[in-house]
């Protein structure tokens, strides 16, 4: 089943970014960012009807508008308006110097040291993040060792307990079996000794009645 499409917009350069996408992953994909814009506060998910519609007609598709401004999201957009005006206005004509370029805006400037800042925190948390699940990794491993080492404990007790019931077990069956041997023979004596008694006193007896 596909996974359900989610609305993500940008600003890059000179132009807002926008595309239905099913993950922030695959939109910074699509967008050819190379950090990750959702952490530094540059992208976010959008819930703009207009935008929804529009990625939604072309999804997965990066859809763009002059930077700053209220337009639609196409697939095709031009320069910012301001953009456009300054270099037909300004083209050089033959013969003249090309005017100087301008210094980077100080609020270009600041949103650059911003996103480094940004992306430095996020690269810290991340640390200190994979460092905790490291520790209670070990923590885990630790307890189980502690369980299986007081199982074998256990197992082992009992297992004595076992082997020592067995073999008293065995001595007293042995006692008694020797016992009962002895009984046994001391019974089949007794016959024995009480037939050849018996058969004297018959005999005995016999002469007896006779006279």
């Known amino acids: ?3 359900k499409l989610k609305t993500f917009r940008t600003s890059l350069g000179f132009y807002d970014l926008a595309i239905a996408a099913p993950s922030m992953k695959a939109a910074l994909e699509a967008w050819g960012a190379g950090s ?6 540059i992208a976010e998910e959008t819930d703009d009807p207009e935008v929804v519609a529009a990625t939604l007609a072309k999804p997965g598709v990066v ?14 957009s031009g320069l910012p308006s301001e953009m456009a005006t ?18 980077e805006p100080e609020h270009r400037a600041s949103a650059t040291s911003r996103d480094k800042e ?8 991340s640390e200190r993040e994979q460092a905790r699940r490291e520790a209670q990794i ?3 491993e630790a307890a189980l060792a502690r369980k299986r080492e007081q199982r074998q404990k256990l197992i082992a007790k009992a297992q004595a307990a076992f082997e020592n ?17 002895a009984v046994e023979e001391r019974a089949q004596a007794e ?16 002469q007896a009645r006779e006279q």
Do not use: C, Y
């Open 165 to 181: 019931a067995e073999r008293e077990h065995e001595a007293r069956a042995a006692a008694l079996e020797a016992e009962r041997a």
């Open 63 to 76: 859809l763009k508008r002059p930077a700053g401004s209220n337009g639609r999201f196409a697939e095709h």
């Open 118 to 125: 940004a992306t430095r925190k996020a690269a810290a948390s």
């Open 191 to 206: 016959e024995a000794r009480w037939f050849r008694q018996k058969e004297k006193l018959t005999a005995v007896l016999r």
């Open 36 to 41: 990750n814009l959702f952490h530094q506060g």
């Open 1 to 3: 089943m596909p996974r």
């Open 86 to 103: 300054d270099k037909i206005g300004h083209r050089p004509k033959a013969g003249q110097a090309k005017p100087k370029q301008k210094p």
């Open 138 to 140: 070990r923590q885990e």
